[in-house]
Nanobody
Framework: QVQLVESGGGLAQPGGSLRLSCAASGFTFSSYAMSWARQAPGKGLEWVSGIYSDGSDTYYADSVKGRFTISRDNAKNTVYLQMNSLKPEDTALYYC????????????????????WGQGTQVTVSS
């Protein structure tokens, strides 16, 4: 069965960095776009970043553009989110998600276009 397992969250100071990982199994990882989304306390789910199935293109929410970098290693079935210049408003539970459609042209920022989600990893940015 499909499994997505996030790791790498924790406590970081403002201006600091964290690298999240999402290990995938149970499907042909290299055929699907992947995304990261987050949910801050008391707020709705926010799409953060997505990457093509082959890693050839990436997309970012305006709130993280220039600070976060998404990447993937299809040989390791893993997608990453490098988070730099962290801000307190980045505090959230971060999820990785698998696109429902194989070989999609583009990356969707719509929750309904993702059929599997990990359990989340907590990121807290505080001094």
């Amino acid at each position: 069965q499909v499994q997505l397992v996030e790791s790498g969250g924790g406590l970081a100071q403002p201006g600091g960095s964290l690298r999240l990982s999402c290990a995938a199994s149970g499907f042909t990882f290299s055929s699907y776009a992947m995304s990261w989304a987050r949910q801050a306390p008391g707020k709705g789910l926010e799409w953060v970043s997505g990457i093509y199935s082959d890693g050839s293109d990436t997309y970012y929410a305006d709130s993280v553009k220039g600070r976060f970098t998404i990447s993937r290693d299809n040989a390791k079935n893993t997608v990453y989110l490098q988070m730099n210049s962290l801000k307190p408003e980045d505090t959230a539970l971060y999820y990785c998600a698998k696109d429902v459609l194989p070989e999609r042209v583009g990356v969707s920022d719509e929750q309904r276009e993702y059929d599997y989600w990990g359990q989340g990893t907590q990121v807290t940015v505080s001094s």
